[in-house]
């Protein structure tokens, strides 16, 4: 037989599981921005060239979610 949870321990749960999210995201961000950092440092890239590569991406990825979120029909 199965035990069924209390709200408040799934809450406890769920507060636990984003925290660990937030943890992990922090280290992900960090990690990206060293590695752009380096890149830059080496002269393999310029900021100009990754702010605009973000902006295209930015708006294509906009673009996507809209047409998802208004299915033309």
Sequence with gaps: MTKKSSPAWDFVQL?????????????????VGVLLDVL???????REELE??????DDELETLIDASLRPMG
């Design 40 to 46: 830059v440092e080496r002269g393999l890239i310029t």
């Design 52 to 57: 605009n590569r973000t902006s295209l991406l």
């Design 15 to 31: 507060n636990a599981a984003v925290a660990d999210l937030r943890r992990d995201q922090y280290r992900i961000l960090l990690t």
